[in-house]
C-alpha cells in the first residue's frame, strides 16, 4: 500500500507564494505519473499538474506559469511550487500516483 503525506499548507497574502510537499512511502520513480489536485469548497476536485515517471510535467491552464511540479528522488517527495498566489487559488490541495493513490490533503488558503 502507497502512503502519500503532503505538507507545506498554509494561510498567505495573494501574491505569495508556498511550496507543498509530497512524501511518499516509496520511491517516487515507482509510479507512471504523480499529480496535485484540488478541491475547493463546494466544487469538484480538479488536476492542478502532473510528472511522469519521465520527469515531463503538465499544468492546468489556470496555474500555468505560476505552478512548478518538481521532485526529488533522494527524498521520496514530490513538490508543487506555487507562485502569484490567487484567491481563487484557496483549496484542498491532494497529491495523487497513479490514480489510485491519495494522500490526507492539505489546506492552502490566499487572502485578498
Known amino acids: 500500500q502507497v502512503h502519500l503525506v503532503e505538507s507545506g499548507g498554509g494561510l498567505v497574502q495573494a501574491g505569495g507564494s508556498l511550496r507543498l510537499s509530497c512524501a511518499a512511502s516509496g520511491s517516487v520513480f515507482s509510479f507512471l505519473h504523480m499529480g496535485w489536485y484540488r478541491q475547493a469548497p463546494g466544487k469538484q476536485r480538479e488536476l492542478v499538474g502532473t510528472i511522469t515517471r519521465g520527469g515531463s510535467t503538465t499544468y492546468a491552464d489556470s496555474v500555468k506559469g505560476r505552478f512548478t511540479i518538481s521532485r526529488d528522488g533522494a527524498k521520496n517527495t514530490v513538490y508543487l511550487q506555487m507562485n502569484s498566489l490567487k484567491p481563487e487559488d484557496t483549496a484542498v490541495y491532494y497529491c495523487?500516483?497513479?490514480?489510485?493513490?491519495w494522500g490526507q490533503g492539505t489546506q492552502v488558503t490566499v487572502s485578498s
Open positions: 495523487n500516483a497513479d490514480s489510485s493513490n
